[in-house]
């Protein structure tokens, strides 16, 4: 309960689709809208976002791959890209952006934007990110013990990983297990990730930090 006088705000992610426009029948009208409501969720809540025809790939892909996600983490499927950051003036290798494909032997090699929305959707986006997260460790220390020197790595943390109550622990045993220093590893995060809960994602940064 609030305590009295207090003022209660509320915000509302509206995802609209049109009859007969985008979709010929109730289901496919339902499904439009729930993918709009989570584009707007995404572009930082309180907004209203329009199912079109551009998104209609998102939706197939949703259906098509939502159901293959979890087997493709269980056969291992998922492997890591890593993208140099070349200082211009030095030459010199500043960062690896770890980025994660997934080798379908159905559908062939799939970037990022085809799956890490369906995953979000489809609650594994966690498994998934822990998954990144681990594997850029294992590699960095692998790439150490082989004495290439020391290069920070950079990994891509998405808003549920973000919000999670476990997620510093899970960096700081990710860190603990491949005994990586932590000045080594970069977390990236869009603003869409702070935008979600302002507050809940200043004070993970904070615990991150420290």
């Known amino acids: 309960s609030l305590p009295s006088g207090s003022n209660l705000y509320l915000t509302a992610s509206v995802g609209v689709s049109v009859f007969p426009d985008t979709a010929g029948d109730l289901l496919s009208l ?20 329009q199912f079109t025809i551009d998104l209609e790939e998102a939706l197939n892909d949703r259906l098509a791959l939502g159901s293959r996600i979890r087997g493709a983490l269980d056969r291992e499927e998922f492997l890591l890209h890593f993208q140099p950051q070349v200082s211009a003036h030095s030459g010199e ?15 062939g090699l799939l970037p ?11 609650g594994l986006i966690m498994r998934l990110g822990g998954w990144v997260l681990r594997n850029a460790c294992a ?5 150490l013990e082989q004495g290439l020197g020391e290069v ?4 891509n943390v998405s808003a549920s990983q973000m919000q999670r109550d476990s997620f510093v622990d899970d960096v700081r ?9 932590p000045a080594l590893l ?8 702070i935008m979600e809960n302002v507050e809940r994602a200043e004070a993970q940064m904070r615990a991150l930090k420290a």
């Open 93 to 107: 290798l500043i960062t690896l952006e770890a980025l994660v494909r997934w080798n379908s032997p159905e559908l």
């Open 139 to 143: 590699h960095l220390r692998q790439w």
């Open 186 to 193: 970069e977390l990236d995060l869009t603003e869409s990730v």
């Open 30 to 49: 339902l499904r439009q809208a729930d993918l709009a409501t989570n584009r707007a969720k995404r572009s930082g809540r309180n907004c209203a976002f």
């Open 152 to 155: 920070v790595m950079a990994v």
């Open 112 to 122: 990022p934007r085809r799956f890490i929305p369906v995953a979000e959707d489809c």
């Open 173 to 181: 045993n990710a860190l603990e297990t491949y005994r990586i220093p």
